[in-house]
């Protein structure tokens, strides 16, 4: 509920939020932009283009490896 | 593995395919589009559109729920 919030405050302030998220959290995130536009429904805020990708990131033992990624837009119509 | 190995064939056979998620499992359905991409992507596959949603659905206890979902598609190009 907390990034629903700070969704919320910046979309107050800007036309367009992007809602980042790798890994293990891309579920959360596409969790909040569903309560963020079910909230703001009749305010017009809907999704925008959702990107999905996938970035190397250094594991502790000295490896790389992938984690996905996503990207998802929240507007005003 | 075993969705990755189920979207290349399903890709050897048609056009597009859609890898469909919801809850907890969106993680590894992004997962699954990236690796199949990447091994792919001389053969020219490609993520086409990515849709996210909700869904409600019944818990065991009676009270319906709003679950969160996803649709990837994988294209050749």
Redesign the interface.
């Known amino acids: 509920m907390a990034y629903v919030t700070s969704t919320l405050i910046q979309m107050a302030n800007q036309p367009k939020v992007t809602i980042k998220a790798r890994?293990?959290?891309?579920?959360r995130a596409?969790?909040v932009?569903?309560i963020t536009i079910?909230r703001m429904e009749t305010a017009g805020y809907k999704?925008g283009d959702?990107?999905?990708?996938?970035e190397q990131v250094q594991s502790e033992d000295g490896r790389t490896r992938?984690v996905?990624?996503?990207e998802?837009e929240i507007m005003k119509s």
Chains 1, 2 share one sequence.
Do not use: C, E
């Open positions: 890994g293990l959290s891309i579920g596409v969790d932009s569903q079910k999704i959702v990107r999905i990708g996938s992938n996905s990624t996503i998802i």
